[in-house]
């Protein structure tokens, strides 16, 4: 289990501007400069959506993962650069992201959408919990890799989903082979990411 801190950030992009869904369907179309990362952003315990009656579309059951090149320490005067660089993806399900092959890769944070955190910016409200992996995550892969598993992303929460905790675990390595090769029908083999902290 990785140490992690919980942070309440404000941002100065909206929602639909600050995220990018990029995920591949077809890995014939994976550019050949791209790898791709399989993973799984997981709610515990699972979103319900009766807990949220004032959120709209996929907001309730979406989050932001952040994965960057270089290392910074979050804060909200850089909030700007943290959003640009967010990956938006489905909780509960595997993501299939592609990745840049020549950059780092670097887990700095998670950040979602909720109804019970609310926040005031430029006179607009909206509602936001983050998590920030603490000297951010460095992934460590064969170059020659085309396929790396980054692991599962836990968001503890309570009924009202305020964040209680994070954890990420590689145990379910084996169950996301499976699924890699469901879904693609390749011979591409899925590799298993190291871990090491970012900023050292």
Not at 26 to 39: A, E, Q, T, W, Y
Not at 48 to 70: A, Y
Request: net charge negative.
């Amino acid at each position: 289990m990785k140490k992690i801190y919980l942070i309440l950030t404000l941002s100065l992009t909206t929602f639909t501007s600050a995220c990018m869904n990029l995920e591949i369907t077809d890995i014939s179309k994976l550019k050949d400069d791209h790898l791709l990362f399989v993973g799984r952003v997981m709610l515990d315990p699972p979103f319900d959506k009766r807990e949220h009656k004032n959120c709209f579309g996929p907001m309730c059951t979406n989050v932001n993962l952040q994965i960057i090149d270089e290392y910074y320490e979050p804060s909200v005067t850089n909030e700007y650069k943290i959003a640009k660089n967010n990956y938006y993806v489905n909780t509960d399900d595997y993501f299939f992201m592609p990745y840049p092959v020549n950059k780092n890769a670097i887990i700095l944070d998670i950040w979602f959408e909720t109804s019970s955190t609310k926040v005031e910016i430029l006179n607009k409200t909206t509602y936001r919990d983050m998590c920030v992996y603490e000297n951010g995550i460095k992934l460590d892969y064969p170059k020659s890799a085309k396929a790396v598993y980054i692991g599962e992303f836990i968001i503890k929460r309570d009924e009202h989903f305020n964040l209680k905790g994070c954890e990420i675990n590689q145990d379910g390595y084996e169950d996301a082979k499976k699924r890699f090769h469901e879904k693609f029908d390749t011979d591409i083999k899925l590799v298993k990411a190291g871990m090491s902290p970012a900023n050292v």
